[in-house]
């Protein structure tokens, strides 16, 4: 499976982005998918997670809930992160991953095994 993010740039806060990964190879409306996020000098943490068939199958970690939205379009094998409200704590490259294995765990990296090579996000203050 390999998985491309794009979406990610400059941007002030109180702004939006959205990014997309697009996923090529394996069954991708088989796999949950997930976003984490790394800034500088800390470790690739949880944002988000969604179930392989989307929908309301969702998972956050707290401190974006109500302003990130994670959503999925298995028709064109891309999961997507809605970010509002921005805030310069949320600067970090963003990765999207997939679990193949269905482990029962969503919120470690080793939860999952396929990785985008991560977008730059950055919110200006």
């Known amino acids: 499976v390999q998985l491309v993010e794009s979406g990610g740039g400059l941007v002030q806060a109180g702004g939006s982005v959205r990014l997309s990964c697009a996923a090529s190879g394996g069954t991708f409306s088989s796999y949950p998918m997930g976003w984490f996020r790394q800034a500088p000098g800390k470790e690739r943490e949880f944002v988000a997670r969604i179930s392989s068939s989307g929908g309301s199958s969702t998972r956050y970690t707290d401190s974006v809930k109500g302003r990130f939205t994670i959503s999925r379009d298995n028709a064109k094998q891309t999961v997507y992160l809605q970010m509002n409200s921005l805030k310069p704590e949320d600067t970090a490259v963003y990765y999207c991953?997939?679990?193949?294995?269905w482990g029962g765990g969503y919120y470690s990296t080793a939860d999952y095994d396929y990785w985008g090579q991560g977008t730059q996000v950055t919110v200006s203050s």
């Open positions: 991953a997939a679990d193949s294995r």
